[in-house]
């Protein structure tokens, strides 16, 4: 089992509608999640980090931990084709500066 | 808002060649990573450093790799001897001292193609 599993997509929604893009991981001693947003030859975007469990909102988007079900999700709402990217979900354990293992990454695409 | 930059953005290398990729961090921080992502797959660590040594590395970061941080701004990683297979975006990160070093900022990468 991967320690980390995105649906790598693509996903394709109308302007204007709610995304929902989902990780599961394998590795409970998993504490911090990021959510990165990459353009086409760019490097990950921090777009939002959690600790632990809960949720998280930033204007249109809301992050959401289950670390019960090893579950995360990032919720876009009112998608704008400017969103139209790769997402890329990343977690780390406790402990100083430890590394992050990245899910393969959900491409989005919305459409007007 | 302050960034990680990295130079060169393309680096084109006969293999068997020595490379170095150069990235300055953001000022403030004081841990720096290198991961890499080779084309259609995921982005993998490679190594994080941190007070002028090694915190921990990968299995990818063979003895052909090392890095430096040879001043106050910037963070290098050096491939001795380029394979094929060290084809790939490398993209630098760093972080700040607060909430365990997390999250990390990363750098629009160095797209490094070995012929």
């Known amino acids: 089992q991967k320690e980390v599993e995105q649906d790598p997509g693509p996903l394709s929604v109308p302007e204007g509608a709610i995304v929902s893009l989902n990780c599961t991981y394998s590795n409970s001693a998993f504490q911090y999640f990021m959510w990165y947003r990459q353009y086409s030859r760019k490097g990950p975007e921090l777009l939002m980090y959690t600790y632990s469990s809960g949720n998280k909102e930033d204007g249109r988007f809301t992050a959401q931990v289950d670390k019960s079900s090893k579950y995360i999700s990032l919720f876009i709402r009112d998608s704008q084709p400017s969103d139209s990217a790769t997402y890329l979900c990343?977690?780390?354990?406790?402990?100083?500066?430890?590394?992050?293992?990245f899910g393969t990454g959900t491409r989005l695409q919305v459409t007007l | 808002e302050p960034e990680v930059t990295q130079t060169p953005s393309h680096q084109v290398t006969q293999m068997g060649q020595e490379v170095i990729l150069r990235c300055v961090p953001i000022s403030n921080h004081l841990y720096f990573y290198w991961y890499r992502q080779i084309l259609g797959q995921k982005v993998e660590f490679l190594v994080s450093f941190y007070n002028n040594e090694i915190s921990e590395k990968s299995e990818i970061f063979d003895d052909q790799f090392s890095v430096e941080r040879p001043d106050g701004s910037n963070f290098t990683l050096k491939i001795r001897s380029t394979k094929l297979e060290d084809s790939a975006m490398y993209f630098c990160?760093?972080?700040?001292?607060?909430?365990?070093?997390?999250?990390?900022?990363f750098g629009d990468g160095t797209r490094l193609s070995i012929l």
């Open positions: 990160a760093s972080s700040s001292p607060g909430q365990g070093g997390q999250p990390q900022h």
């Open positions: 990343a977690m780390s354990h406790t402990g100083t500066a430890s590394k992050l293992t």
